[in-house]
């Protein structure tokens, strides 16, 4: 199967196609539904197999490639189109297919009567191809070509519904905002490929790779390829300061947040960077810059997480702080544990978005968590699902979040010192604080919604089964990663499963300090208890106390207004970047180039034309006497010339 993996991106583009083209005419919702939906499941069923098979085979021959065509070869580039299918890909792959085919069904349910029906299952499937490729691709270049493959459906579903009003303008601007943004990124991902191919003579992983180990390459070149590839990944993941997309992509409709803004393609970035680790632990001043920023994105994030009332804007905050947990994981060489939390991550937060558009769907389109109150009774099965993700991604022990957020805090204290821990223990506190005050607002306490206009209801099976099996996930889809603390030094099987791929960057980064097992126990238990009491905290406050709430923010007024309003960052970027760019553009390009230079230009040959042509006109005006005159007149011009020659 391992060789039919082309099937995993043929598939959704099949589904594509189909429901593109015929769609409209198709009409039938169950039809249109079940084309997208089983497209990304075969896809599923194909990489589940190409991964039984690998498994089977020994460690040394599980990295292996499938070519398809050569793509460019021209002045000595030569680039083949092929997969990689790898320990890394696989994972990816089955993240991708597998949580891509439950929120494509739960889709079936949640756009159920949208006159883009269609529209919309050909954009997810089409963001499925594209995402595939990226991380299947073997080389840079068709890592790219996802990249931007799935940057465009990113923009094509955040705008999906472009007329509606998001904010200060429509659902069509936040899309703008977020295809903006992310080609900044993009331009520094351009340049360190460049810098690679000048570097290496080749864009291909293993040949790449293979020279970075052993090649007598400066630090400085190492350094530069990945602070470029770095700024790439800050665009595509949301890392401060590229992070400002992210929250009003939320505009898109539910499920793209949850399958696009959180489970798959915004993890691209640490995908690339752990794909990348050789280069990155070449370079250890940006190792260092990945940690930080990573680790300043996660505590910033959250912070502004924490006064949040949009259900959604609460999720896409902590989402930017959960990635930041990754890129620290990243920074500070801990790549299995990064990958393993987008795993992880990609469950629960997947599972929060669903629930969060199932609550948004039984409250008439409500979003304002002020406006919900005592919504367990009326969405029994929603609630118990939310409840499980919410102690997930609060880092309650025996779920998927405990194990991949406490092995990160575990490496990031081991491999980084005791600051990098203690602010990513505060993140954690603050993470398990606002999850439950959303979960408190919006399921427990009294009902502040009005009777008469809202009827809360349950959602239909098409979406509750999904939420139910991530539930499941969200429980027992951390226990491939336990603590080496309890399970001994190879019985972390996540980590196992990755090693040969980051074996040669842990060769080459030789850290880990020596650290007793009393000691991971000893930090595990401080986080997990601040972690609780955080959460009774949250639940007492926003159930019971909720004048306390009113109190705080009254005190503490200043901060709360800096807190909502989100720093006023996009102010400020409005302030310093858009703004500037915006009067330079009426100012300089539009006044100047446009009207003066090209429209200038433009009608400037106009008129000359005109003015030679009503000269010319004069000449030819019909009347028989002037063309005798005027054949005379050139007669004897003819004449005197000839006299005048002799």
């Known amino acids: ?3 039919l993996i082309y099937l995993t991106v043929l598939l959704p583009l099949l589904g594509f196609l189909i429901n593109g ?4 005419k198709i009409k039938n919702e169950k039809i249109i539904g079940i084309i997208g939906s089983s497209a990304v499941g075969l896809s599923f069923i194909v990489v589940l197999l190409a991964f039984i098979e690998t ?9 292996n490639t499938v070519e398809l065509f050569t793509w460019l070869s021209v002045a000595g580039l030569d680039i083949k189109f092929g997969y990689l299918v790898d320990q890394l890909s696989l994972t990816m792959s089955l993240i991708v297919t597998g949580v891509g085919f439950l929120i494509h069904v739960y889709s079936i349910g949640y756009m159920h009567g949208d006159k883009g029906f269609w529209r919309f299952f050909a954009y997810l499937n089409l963001f499925i191809f594209a995402m595939m490729n990226l991380v299947l691709g073997d080389n840079f270049v068709v890592l790219f070509l996802g990249w931007e493959g799935v940057g465009l459906c990113s923009y094509l579903l955040i705008g ?11 659902t069509a ?15 520094g991902f351009l340049l360190g490929m460049f810098l690679i191919y000048m570097t290496f003579d080749s864009l291909n992983f293993s040949e790449v790779f293979t020279k970075a180990v052993s090649f007598p390459i400066p630090e400085s ?6 602070i470029f590839l770095f700024i790439g990944a800050t665009g595509k993941s949301a890392q401060i300061p590229l992070f400002v997309w992210l929250p009003d992509a939320m505009a898109g409709p539910t499920p793209v947040s949850a399958l696009i803004h959180a489970a798959t393609m915004v993890t691209a970035g640490v995908y690339m960077v752990s794909r990348a680790a050789i280069i990155f632990v070449s370079a250890p001043t940006v190792m260092m810059v990945v940690a930080v920023v990573g680790l300043l994105t996660a505590f910033f994030a959250a912070t502004i997480g924490l006064v949040q009332n949009d259900i959604k804007k609460v999720l896409a905050y902590s989402t930017v702080s959960q990635l930041g947990y990754m890129f620290l994981a990243a920074g500070v060489g801990a790549f299995s544990a990064s990958i393993f939390h987008v795993m992880t991550h990609a469950f629960f937060k997947a599972l929060l978005f669903l629930g969060a558009g199932a609550v948004i769907h039984g409250m008439h389109e409500e979003q304002n968590i002020q406006k919900y109150g005592g919504l367990k009774k009326y969405m029994p099965k929603t609630y118990i699902t939310f409840f499980i993700a919410t102690l997930a991604i609060a880092g309650v022990p025996g779920l998927a979040g405990f194990f991949s957020k406490d092995e990160i805090l575990w490496y990031s204290y081991s491999n980084g010192g005791f600051i990098f821990w203690l602010i990513g223990v505060l993140t954690a506190m603050m993470t398990a604080f606002y999850m439950f005050r959303l979960l408190s607002l919006t399921f427990y306490g009294k009902e502040r919604f009005d009777h008469h206009h809202v009827h809360p209801h349950e959602s239909p099976a098409v979406m509750t089964i999904p939420l139910m099996i991530l539930a499941g996930l969200s429980i027992v889809g951390g226990y491939i990663g336990m603590p080496k603390v309890f399970v001994g030094e190879h019985g972390n099987l996540f980590e196992v499963w990755l090693e040969p791929i980051y074996k040669p960057a842990m060769q080459k980064l030789a850290l880990y300090g020596s650290h007793s097992h009393l000691e991971e126990i000893l930090l595990m238990t401080i986080s997990t208890a601040l972690a609780l009491t955080s959460i009774y905290f949250a639940y007492k406050i926003y159930t019971e106390r909720k ?3 009113e109190k705080t923010s009254q005190i503490f007024s200043g901060i709360y207004k800096l807190l909502l309003n989100k720093y006023f960052v996009d102010e400020a970027y409005d302030a310093a970047v858009v703004n500037p760019i915006k009067k330079g553009s009426e100012k300089i390009l539009w006044k100047f180039a446009d009207n003066a230079i090209i429209d200038g230009a433009v009608n400037g040959t106009a008129k000359v034309i005109t003015s030679f042509s009503s000269i010319l006109r004069k000449i030819q005006n019909g009347v028989a006497q002037s063309y005798a005159i005027y054949m005379m007149i050139g007669v004897a011009l003819a004449l005197l010339w000839i006299i005048l020659s002799l």
């Open 1 to 3: 199967m391992i060789n």
């Open 21 to 24: 083209l015929l769609g409209r």
């Open 55 to 63: 498994l089977g085979l020994p460690v040394e021959k599980r990295s």
């Open 160 to 170: 999906f519904w472009y007329d509606r009003k998001f904010e200060k303008g429509t």
């Open 173 to 187: 601007d936040a899309a703008k905002k977020a295809f903006v943004v992310n080609r900044i990124g993009d331009f």
């Open 221 to 226: 070149t190492f350094g530069l390829i990945a």
């Open 547 to 549: 004048e306390v709430a």
